[in-house]
T-cell receptor, first 115, second 115 residues
Framework: AQTVTQSQPEMSVQEAETVTLSCTYD???????LFWYKQPPSRQMILVIR??????QNATENRFSVNFQKAAKSFSLKISDSQLGDTAMYFC????????????FGEGTQLTVNP | EAGVTQFPSHSVIEKGQTVTLRCDPI?????LYWYRRVMGKEIKFLLH????????ESGMPNNRFLAERTGGTYSTLKVQPAELEDSGVYFC?????????????FGPGTRLTVL
């Protein structure tokens, strides 16, 4: 069975600063993908970034980047130059090819960006 | 283009009653998923439709839950009879092809409260 753990229920950061959200996972699979999803207040959850386990290079999407440590089964999200609009619940998620299209999520980290 | 929509946004029912949740996926998306988040815990997978067929229903908690997708368009999730532990937020998502390289687009969720 796959599990995803987010050990930080809440975090806060000052506007323009950098923050890192932690995520660890457990799996015996070799072929899998990792995701970070963001759910702003009262809005839909959207995909922020995706990482394939076979790719050594860490994924980057504008101000969002990941630090993927496969041996340690760690997948952290770094948000640079934090903006007020980054305030949201962030979910780390996992998917394998074996289990079709099922996403396995962590419990989420509530990030607040303060002005 | 309209995103994934869900109805109702909130539902409050008594234990033992029946509730039906509806999800309208993005037009043209053959894959439709149901997830739920209970008591601020992790978001858990319930099931996956490909068109009108149930591809994976391994996450359905018990036989009080019935999901349908007649005609391969919108989907309904019926809970009958509802129990207290069914309270939570039910999310629907859709995607075009399925699999880890395809993005799942989420709806805003239906918040179900069972009293």
């Amino acid at each position: 069975a796959q599990t995803v753990t987010q050990s930080q229920p809440e975090m806060s950061v000052q506007e323009a600063e950098t923050v890192t959200l932690s995520c660890t996972y457990d799996t015996s699979e070799n072929n899998y993908y990792l995701f970070w999803y963001k759910q702003p207040p009262s809005r839909q959850m959207i995909l922020v970034i995706r990482q394939e386990a076979y790719k050594q290079q860490n994924a980057t999407e504008n101000r969002f980047s990941v630090n993927f440590q496969k041996a340690a089964k760690s997948f952290s999200l770094k948000i640079s130059d934090s903006q007020l609009g980054d305030t949201a619940m962030y979910f780390c998620a996992f998917m394998t090819a074996r289990y079709g299209s099922r996403l396995t999520f962590g419990e989420g980290t509530q990030l607040t960006v303060n002005p | 283009e309209a995103g994934v929509t869900q109805f109702p946004s909130h539902s409050v029912i008594e234990k033992g009653q029946t509730v039906t949740l509806r999800c309208d996926p993005i037009s043209g998306h053959d894959n439709l998923y149901w997830y739920r988040r209970v008591m601020g815990k992790e978001i858990k997978f319930l099931l996956h439709f490909v068109k009108e067929s149930k591809q994976d229903e391994s996450g359905m908690p018990n036989n009080r839950f019935l999901a349908e997708r007649t005609g391969g368009t919108y989907s309904t999730l019926k809970v009958q009879p509802a129990e207290l532990e069914d309270s939570g937020v039910y999310f629907c998502a859709s995607s075009e092809r399925g699999g880890p390289t395809d993005t799942q687009y989420f709806g805003p969720g239906t918040r179900l409260t069972v009293l």
